[in-house]
Nanobody
Framework: QVHLVESGGGLVQPGGSLRLTCVAS????????MDWYRQAPGKERELVAR???????TLVDSVKGRFTISRDNVQKTVYLQMNSLKPEDTAVYHC????????????????WGQGTQVTVSS
């Protein structure tokens, strides 16, 4: 059984910062790509940031220069540092991970966390 648990969301004023944390636990043979998605009310879910097991990162254009994704493979943790937050960043942020739980290729699945609310408002 694999679990992803996010933390760090909250209410922040425009221009402020938050750091989201997501910890993977359970039987994990290999932790591959880890992502942060977000979904705002009435909008489609959006991939915000991705980091590979080797540390290569991609960010959606709207957050480049403001957000940073990083990971600690020993702690099985992914972070999303969010600076210069804007009201349009308000959403539920979900951590996801491509996880292999055993040594054969079929033992692999994309797991999701329960999400953490980020609200940017004055």
């Amino acid at each position: 059984q694999v679990h992803l648990v996010e933390s760090g969301g909250g209410l922040v004023q425009p221009g402020g910062s938050l750091r989201l944390t997501c910890v993977a636990s359970g039987t994990i043979f290999r932790l591959n790509d880890m992502d942060w998605y977000r979904q705002a009310p009435g909008k489609e879910r959006e991939l915000v940031a991705r980091i590979s097991s080797s540390g290569a990162t991609t960010l959606v254009d709207s957050v480049k220069g403001r957000f940073t994704i990083s990971r600690d493979n020993v702690q099985k943790t992914v972070y999303l540092q969010m600076n210069s937050l804007k009201p349009e960043d308000t959403a539920v942020y979900h951590c996801t991970a491509d996880i292999q739980w055993a040594g054969h290729a079929s033992a692999r699945k994309h797991f999701w966390g329960q999400g953490t609310q980020v609200t940017v408002s004055s």
